[in-house]
């Protein structure tokens, strides 16, 4: 699964901000995978029943509010060239998942460090846990997720 996220953030102080988040899934198998698909489907033809096709429920999209707290900001002598802005954060957020079985729905907590290049740039550095429920053949599953991303911002 390859994710492609857009998200805004509002600044409402320099300690508090509020978000949106939405993410376009892209899902492949990879070749490993796919054999292990195709050989429990050809043995499932053959009349064998040791071979069960694997449960799969992909995800399609997200969308998340987010609410994040800077405790922490100040600025860093980025090697002589320039003064840089940066603040540490904490992020929750809350929303819903979309997924080949329907919907569910999804919650995310993690922190980051953001990075203000000049009053146009900024760069975030996060890692976040992101859970939701998918639902398969046996029942409903929890699944989680270790999200680590970098981001560019523009500011307006």
Do not use: C
């Amino acid at each position: 699964t390859q994710p492609m996220t857009g998200s805004l953030e509002f600044h409402i102080n320099p300690r508090f901000s509020v978000g949106a988040r939405y993410t376009q899934y892209s899902n492949q198998l990879s070749k490993e995978g796919q054999a292990q698909f195709d050989m429990a489907r050809a043995a499932q033809a053959a009349g064998q029943t040791d071979y069960t096709v694997p449960e799969i429920d992909s995800p399609k999209s997200s969308m998340l509010g987010t609410l994040s707290y800077y405790p922490i900001y100040g600025k860093l002598n980025f090697f002589d060239l320039t003064v840089v802005q940066f603040d540490i954060y904490v992020l929750a957020g809350y929303g819903q998942m979309d997924l080949k079985s329907g919907s569910s729905q999804t919650w995310t907590a993690g922190g980051g460090v953001g990075f203000w290049w000049n009053k146009y740039l900024s760069s975030r550095l996060e890692i976040r846990q992101q859970g939701y429920q998918d639902k398969v053949q046996t029942g409903v599953r929890d699944v989680g997720m270790t999200i680590g991303t970098l981001g560019i911002g523009l500011l307006l």
